[in-house]
């Protein structure tokens, strides 16, 4: 709350916060200004006393203070310092009638003063010298937590403090508390339950009576509660029903007699003199006495959760869903309840409701009952929208919304809503709106309907429930209603009770809800004239959705519910809902509210002219009279007195009091309160002559009979500019209102409005509602904001409009733009009809309103200046806050915020003004256009640039006779030709300027995506003036900015040409391959080029690269397929167009293919799977393509028919040398032909049946051959027949004789001839690889290049990586950055730099980004494909590992080519410099286990590929060793049972070499002739891992270390040194490998010797091979004894 100095203000107590007192109005009054040394933050003035708040929270009390015991006389003329407070730092202060309270900043609350009625809180003390502090605890919380206050009031025996969390707390005495207790005095502050839970913004307090200002809840959203039959507190039914000759009467009058039920509290009727009041007693004063005829709708604001007692929860929400079963007649249709006719349609009806519409034209003519124009307005704007929340939640049920005005009243301020009368729908101020004369129920239910949805129809949002339902509102009234018509003979009651009867005539129960449904159905000129839901905070600024809620005595009408009667709890002020109160004050017994608009509405006592008004009955809200221009910003209410501050025609705020004159002479003979209720008094507030020597008022304050003001000196011109910038805010916002009220809403009330303006020339009025109700909300807002703003602190860094300028600027902007699509469109000159029809022919309310100084303008544009108001305000703020910023230093960061905000400001100004004459240059450009043309080129948001009607752009080689029109547009050029015209979009749009150097012609070079022209200009001007305004046009259609283009601060920042590359949609509509395709994204020079989608209207559609025009790189393609009801999809690699690289296709019909394409076929390596997409796919083809053909090698694998062919391929059809094998064993290898087996085979069987020989078909023998069967007879001749059923053959049989064992030998069938040799496989998978780094065929090429595709390779994959992260691991990452580095080195190759190649390939292998990891990655996965499943067929052992050598040696062809200076395979390494000794090759062997010299593919590659291909390899070997291993198996199981010694003496093991002691688990132990698997265990250990490792060479390292073991052990044992001889090392080795139980030894063995590095054989560790291989073979022959 503090002031901050802004540097404009020195801080001299003579120029801030002073503070002035006087009494009454005379001319005699003159202020006396109370002298402190600091400026006054906050004064509070009682009955008789005054509290003080200064800068730094010291608080003064002048005036009588009787309480003070210390004190001479009871009055104090000069301010006494309260030093109790001294300590704390107050924040807030507030007097009551003869008490006090202040609010600390750290929210606690001190009090003192009078206490007998507990309104100090403190119990105990009549009198409460001091401030002394009062505890404000939340019990309801566990522990108990100390309440945070912001602000309390005090009353005459009571006070409210203000949470932190916006909720009221009370004590005192009396039924003002609003706490549910009749227990008096309330020494400890308890919450006011009712109030629990909504945002209250601000409290006050009278003697006897409560206001607090409310924030309005947002409309509900949670499912409605099923209705309750009984009422909550006394149990009696809610509904009754009676029979009525042809209907049926469903009231719901019943009330309670318990206490307050809020609902039905809100409606109380003005029945103040009614006998009732008598009949029912004092005893509770506060019985609601129902009447329809005040039933308000329940404001948007007591929205959802219904005010806290349970019964209010029972009356608030009745969905009509669930009515008892006792009344059939709404159960079968719930929507017709709606022919209510809300009570407060003035129905001028007689009993026989005959409509009489002439006596009840409430707005049209002036004989309305309601004074107020602009209140209906209000009223009706704001009704209309919480129907929208309610039909969003349930269509089908009816919100029948009853309004606050009073039949009986004809003050009443609040409109009327039109509802359907009971026959015919009512004259009333909308009716034309709702519906024509209705007859049949039907109709009628209709008509009614589309009244209520008319509140839809202006959507206004006020969040609120207005939920309620007619049986609701009928329940209450049923009982009541014979003494109510007999007390009150007044005719209008009779209306009212007619109108709040629901005559339900037999019919209606048919009319199907559908009808109604569809009825509800809004016409097409539903306009809004509502904010819409605007984000309610929006940033800073206050909330305008505001309701008033009061509680407490209302014997003066001071509560403003339209009659006298206390009520105990807090109830909505309903008349003043969506009047957008700011602020309430209360007097001793009236009421204020300040509005948003600046108006003030008073109620309650009016004895003394305090109200300002001489309106009746006071028992309601009503304007205080002020002249026109007298807008009030602040208000103060005393004991019978109203202070208001306002601007007037200058800067300077001036005072207005109304009430009762105060002669001075009373202070000397105290007067009775008769006698001066006699005094003179005011029929309206008076302007108090002496305000404009008292500076600038800040604000004001009253209490008993004195007025006080707290002005600022004008330092600098600081404190005027500030309050010029609020009071022009203000202005601004009365003058938005009153557009709104005073012209739309007249406006749209005009039946044939949407049929005179058309569709979409009523949309755009819609549109442009809307924009200037967000602006006008926005500017409400901010006027509230800023008032605030001068109350409180001055430091200008608080002001949304600096640091919100955006919201400000942008809303501007948008309300601009809907201003100017309504006047290209000519919406202006199409309102002047429906406004001649409104106002008559001058339509003087247009004239005034639009401030037009021009005379005799056309009424059109009269209109479009009207609208076109708020830029001139924009002006303003810049105006205003340059001023502002005068008054700071320039160097200050305050001086050049204000200075940007203001060049902000001023430039949307200027750009808005731009964008205005755009938009009157285009109407002007429509009027003359040829018609035709108009309607398809004339859009609201187009706005001409400029256009060649002068012939100074022509279109080069044009014909002679052709005219050519060109009009350049902010969204695309035209170019026109007689009848015709095409559009170019600007977005696609390239203009370049012709040199003129050659041609001498003035030429434009224009490209679009399909075409391309040249224009010609008349002069050099010409040409620059279209060129800079296509490029201008061009770059802001790009930027998104269209018309709307919000300029930046400088506004000079646009770029001279639009890029050539650019973001944009185009359809094309010529292009063969494209036409009608619609492409989205990258551009250069009208060719789409970077990252785009393309969508054919065909459903297809490429998501991907292009390059000019074509798709290029990677790309998604999807083409749907009718038949199939499903699409073909491909994603992978373009070029030119057509799928080229590697891709994955999924057909539609399941079949998924990938690998690579060339000009969109698959052409290269790639795999082919059919069948469904599960895991058991009917059938899998990898190999090489050619044309969309299986063409070359390939391995299908045909899953249905357990078969798998790996051979050569022609034209997707078997043909050339082959294998199959299938799953039951057959093994056939020989010739196909036409996709079948034809010419020479071979053929085995599980058991070794052969056959070789002539074959015509599958599996079907024809021709010479030789059977041979497994034990070796064979059978030569003529066979024919289908293998696997009887076979016919002619021929001679054999048996070989055992000594015929040479030639058997020579018989022996030598597999894997007729099959593809494996240097012929997979060579496009190598090839592939070769292309990759850039050569055309093995070899090819240079190295350079190779290398610049790795790099290109690796980094185009590295960024795309980087796009998505996802996709890598970060061991991944770790392995590219490092492939960055290419081993370098000069010269020969030496042993350093070939482990640095080994490293760089192992690296490279491992990820497939790298050409050659692909490649690797490629085999491995042929590779399987070939010996997995159906190929783990022992007899393709040989051909298997065959491959693995060729993959070998095709892999090193790359590696050398990579790194030439390698030597060839055997070659040997260059020495390095210093190691000259061993040069023996064998000898190095020695030392390293990987050949030290020797360069060998196996060496350099096995390690980087056998471990991926060690599965399907290992298990051939294990297939084929089966039988030996078994027998070596048993062999290993039998002998290990025998204990360490025995075995070591079985198998001849020396004495020497047998362990005396092992180490188990640390300990030595003695080997004793039990003891098993101890001797030798590390060697048997080392051995064992045999099995873990995958290559060769670690396969031999491990069985080297093993040998080391054993001789470590020995060694051991002899303690001396000693060499092995194979005799001694031989049956040792045994007994290590027999202990070490490996079970597929055989395998390892044959693996070992099959890929063993050629240089090692000789070499010890081929020495030490071939004695494990001994150990295998004696293993199994070893003989037991």
Request: glycine share 8%.
């Amino acid at each position: 709350m503090e002031k901050q100095i802004s540097s404009g203000d020195e801080d001299g107590s003579g120029e801030r916060g002073l503070l002035h007192t006087w009494r009454g109005y005379s001319y005699s009054t003159t202020p006396e200004r109370v002298l402190l040394s600091r400026p006054v933050l906050q004064a509070a003035l009682g009955a008789r006393h005054g509290v003080l708040l200064v800068e730094g929270g010291q608080v003064y009390s002048f005036g009588e203070l009787p309480w003070k015991q210390n004190q001479t006389s009871s009055v104090v003329t000069e301010p006494v310092l309260e030093a109790v407070l001294s300590e704390q730092r107050v924040v807030f202060v507030a007097a009551g009638s003869a008490h006090s309270g202040v609010v600390t900043e750290d929210g606690g609350v001190h009090m003192w003063g009078e206490n007998a009625h507990g309104q100090c809180g403190l119990s105990g003390l009549s009198v409460i010298p001091n401030p002394t502090p009062v505890a404000v605890l939340d019990s309801e919380a566990t522990p108990p937590q100390t309440v945070k206050i912001l602000e309390v009031a005090c009353g005459d025996q009571h006070t409210l403090a203000l949470s932190a969390k916006h909720e009221v707390w009370a004590w005192g005495s009396g039924c003002q508390l609003g706490l549910n207790t009749s227990t008096f005095p309330v020494w400890k502050p308890q919450k006011v339950e009712p109030l629990a839970g909504r945002h209250v913004l601000q409290v006050a307090c009278g003697a006897a009576h409560s206001l607090a200002l409310v924030r309005c809840l947002p409309p509900p959203q949670e499912p409605r509660k099923p209705p309750q039959d009984k009422c909550g507190q006394c149990h009696q039914l809610l509904y009754t029903m009676t029979d009525k000759e042809d209907h049926v009467i469903i009231s719901d009058g019943h009330h309670c007699p318990l206490g307050v039920e809020q609902d039905s509290g809100e409606t109380k009727s003005a029945l103040e003199g009614s006998p009732e009041q008598g009949k029912q007693g004092k005893s509770s004063p506060t019985e609601p006495v129902p009447s329809m005829s005040t039933q308000i709708p329940r404001s948007p604001t007591s929205s959802t959760i219904p005010d806290s007692t349970p019964a209010s929860e029972s009356q608030n929400q009745v969905p009509a869903s669930s009515q008892e079963p006792a009344e059939p007649t709404i159960e079968d249709s719930t929507e017709p309840e709606a022919p209510v006719t809300n009570g407060e349609v003035c129905v001028e009806a007689s009993e026989s409701c005959t409509p009489e519409p002439d006596s009840c034209r409430a707005i049209g003519g002036k004989c309305s009952p309601f004074p107020d124009e602009q209140a209906v307005k209000a009223y009706l704007k704001r009704l209309s929208d919480h129907a929208l929340a309610e039909h969003t939640t349930k269509t089908p049920t009816i919100h029948s919304a009853q309004l606050s005005s009073d039949p009986t009243d004809p003050f009443t301020s609040d409109p009327l809503i039109p509802v359907a009368q009971s026959v015919t729908p009512m004259g009333s101020a909308l009716n034309n709106l709702v519906v024509s004369c209705a007859s049949a129920v039907g109709e009628r239910v209709v008509s009614t309907y589309e009244a209520l949805s008319l509140r839809k129809v202006i959507g206004y949002w006020v969040p609120g429930e207005g939920r309620e339902r007619v049986e609701e509102r009928l329940r209450l009234e049923e009982p009541m209603q014979g003494k109510k018509s007999s007390s009150l003979g007044d005719i209008r009651e009779e209306e009212a009770e007619l109108s709040r009867r629901l005559s339900l005539p037999g019919l209606l129960s048919q009319v199907s809800p559908r009808l109604l449904r569809r009825t509800s159905r809004p016409r097409a000129r539903a306009i809004p004239l509502s904010p819409g839901g605007i984000p309610e905070a929006d940033a800073h600024l206050p909330s305008l959705q505001t309701e008033v809620w009061s509680w407490g005595r209302g014997q003066e009408g001071q509560l403003g519910h339209g009659d006298i009667l206390p009520r105990l709890q807090p109830i909505c002020v309903k008349s003043l809902n969506g009047k957008e109160v700011l602020r309430v004050a209360a007097g001793a017994h009236h009421s204020l509210a300040l509005t948003a608009q600046s108006q003030v509405f008073s109620w309650g006592c009016n004895t003394s002219g305090q109200l300002g008004h001489m309106e009746s009955p006071t028992t309601f809200p009503h304007l205080t009279k002020l002249s026109d221009g007298i807008r009030v910003w602040d208000i103060g209410a005393g004991q019978q007195h109203t202070l208001l501050l306002a601007d007037g025609d200058c800067i300077q705020p001036i005072l207005y009091y109304s009430g009762q004159q105060v002669k001075e002479v009373t202070e000397v003979t105290e007067q009775t309160e008769e006698e001066e209720q006699t005094g003179e008094y005011t029929q309206q507030p008076v302007l108090l002559p002496f305000c404009m020597n008292l500076g600038y008022v800040s604000s004001v304050c009253s209490g008993g009979r004195t007025c006080a003001a707290l002005t600022d000196r004008n330092v600098m011109g600081f404190i005027a500019s500030l309050h010029e910038l609020a009071a022009a805010e203000r202005k601004y916002y009365c003058k938005l209102s009153n557009i709104k009220s005073l012209l739309l809403q007249p406006l749209l009330k005009l039946d044939s409005l949407s049929s005179t303006l058309g569709q979409s020339t009523a949309g755009l009025l819609q549109n442009l509602i809307g924009r200037l109700s967000r602006l006008s909300q926005l500017t409400g807002q901010n006027s509230a904001s800023l008032t605030s703003f001068l109350r409180r602190s001055r430091d200008i860094r608080g002001l949304v409009i600096l640091d919100d300028a955006h919201l400000f600027l942008d809303t501007h902007s948008e309300y601009c733009s809907a201003v100017g699509d309504l006047l290209v469109m000519g919406g202006f000159q199409a309102l002047v009809k429906p406004c001649h029809d409104v106002f008559g022919k001058g339509a003087e309310v247009v004239q005034r309103l639009s401030e037009c100084s021009e005379e005799g303008l056309p009424l059109a544009d009269i209109l479009a200046h009207l609208f076109y108001l708020p830029i001139k305000h924009l002006h303003e703020y810049g105006r205003l806050l340059l001023k502002l910023a005068t008054c700071y230093e320039v160097s200050s960061v305050d001086y050049q915020k204000l200075q940007d905000a203001c060049s902000k400001y001023e430039s949307m100004a200027l750009h808005l003004k731009k964008r205005r004459k755009e938009a009157e240059y285009t109407l002007h450009f429509w009027k003359s256009f040829p018609g035709k043309m108009t309607d398809s080129l004339r859009k609201p948001s187009r706005r001409l640039i400029c256009e060649s009607s002068n012939k100074a752009l022509t279109l080069q080689n044009a014909g002679r006779f052709s005219v050519n029109w060109f009009m350049l547009f902010n969204d695309a050029l035209v170019h026109a030709q007689f009848s015709t015209h095409h559009v170019f979009p600007l977005a696609t749009l390239w203009v370049e300027p012709i040199s003129e150097e050659n041609t001498g012609l003035y030429g434009l070079k224009v490209t679009s995506p399909e075409e391309s022209f040249t224009l010609l200009a008349s002069s050099p001007a010409e040409k620059a003036k279209w060129l800079r305004s296509i490029n201008q046009a061009v770059e802001q259609a790009l930027s998104g900015l269209g018309h709307d283009g919000i300029p930046s601060s400088t506004g000079v920042t646009q770029r001279a040409d639009p890029p050539i590359s650019r973001t944009a949609s185009y359809t094309f509509y010529k292009d063969s391959r494209l036409k009608e395709a619609t492409y989205e994204g990258r551009w250069v020079s009208g060719k789409p080029h970077g990252r785009g989608v393309v969508k054919w209207v065909d459903g297809r559609m490429y998501t991907g690269t292009f390059k000019n025009g074509l798709e290029d790189g990677f790309g998604d393609y999807i083409v749907p397929n009718k038949n199939l009801n499903s699409c073909d999809h491909y994603q992978g690699q373009w070029k030119d167009g057509k799928m080229h690289g590697f891709g994955t296709f999924r057909y539609a019909s399941g079949e998924v293919y990938e690998g690579s394409f060339q000009d969109n076929m698959r052409h290269g390596h790639g795999m082919l799977r059919s069948g469904k997409l599960n895991s058991t796919s009917p059938s899998v083809f990898i190999g090489q393509w050619q044309y969309d053909k299986k063409s070359g090698y390939g391995v299908f694998d045909d899953i249905t028919r357990g078969e798998k062919y790996m051979g050569m391929w022609l034209d997707d059809q078997r043909q050339g040398n082959g294998v199959v094998v299938t799953q039951f064993g057959l093994y056939y290898e020989g010739a196909f032909s036409n996709n079948k087996m034809m010419g020479t085979g071979v053929l085995l069987s599980e058991d070794d049946t052969t056959f070789e020989g002539e074959f015509s078909e599958d599996w079907t023998l024809n021709g010479k051959g030789v059977l041979t069967m497994p034990n070796g007879d064979y059978i030569e001749g003529s066979f024919s027949g289908v293998w696997g059923t009887g076979l016919k053959m002619s021929g001679s049989y054999y048996k070989p004789s055992l000594y015929d064992s040479d030639k058997e030998k020579a018989h022996a069938l030598k597999l894997g001839r007729l099959a593809v040799h494996s240097e012929d496989k997979w060579k496009a998978v190598f090839m592939e690889c070769w292309n990759r780094l850039g050569c055309d065929s093995p070899g090819q090429g240079q190295t350079t290049t190779a290398w610049d595709s790795i790099a290109v390779a690796l980094t185009a994959n590295l960024r795309q990586q980087r796009d998505s992260p996802e996709l890598l691991s970060r061991s991944h990452h770790k392995t590219l950055e490092s492939l960055e580095f290419i081993p370098q080195h000069v010269g020969p190759v030496t042993l350093e730099v070939y482990h640095t190649i080994r490293r760089y390939l192992v690296k490279a292998c491992d990820t497939p980004l790298h050409p050659l990891g692909r490649l690797v990655e490629t085999l491995v996965s042929v590779y399987r494909m070939t010996y997995v499943g159906v190929g783990a067929n022992r007899r393709l052992l040989h051909q298997a590992v065959n491959e693995i050598k060729s993959y070998l040696s095709r892999i090193f062809q790359l590696v050398r080519f990579l790194f030439p200076d390698l030597p060839e395979e055997g070659g040997s390494l260059a020495d390095p410099p210093k190691e000259t000794s061993g040069s023996d090759p064998a000898g190095k062997q020695l030392e390293s286990p990987k050949p030290g010299c020797v360069v060998s593919s196996s060496a350099l590659l096995l390690p980087v590929l056998l471990p991926r291909l060690y599965p399907p390899l290992f298990t051939l070997y294990a297939l084929e060793k089966e039988k030996e291993d078994d027998v070596y198996w048993e062999c290993v199981l039998r002998l290990n049972k025998q204990p360490d010694l025995a075995l070591l003496a079985f198998l001849g093991v020396q004495q020497k070499f047998w362990p005396v002691t092992v180490t188990v688990h640390g300990e030595k132990q003695q080997v004793l002739s039990s003891t098993k698997d101890s001797c030798f265990a590390s060697a048997v250990e080392t051995l064992q891992q045999i099995s873990t490792t995958f290559t060769p060479s670690d396969k031999l390292q491990v069985i080297q270390l093993t040998f080391e073991e054993i001789t470590q052990e020995v060694l051991a044992l002899l303690k001396q040194d000693f060499l092995w001889s194979m005799d001694d090392l031989f049956p040792v080795f045994l007994f290590v490998v027999l202990r070490a139980r490996i079970r597929n030894l055989g395998s390892e063995v044959s693996l070992i010797e099959d890929l063993m590095d050629p240089c090692v054989q000789h070499g010890e560790h081929g020495i030490m091979f071939t004695t494990l291989k001994a150990c295998y073979y004696q293993i199994q022959h070893e003989k037991v004894t």
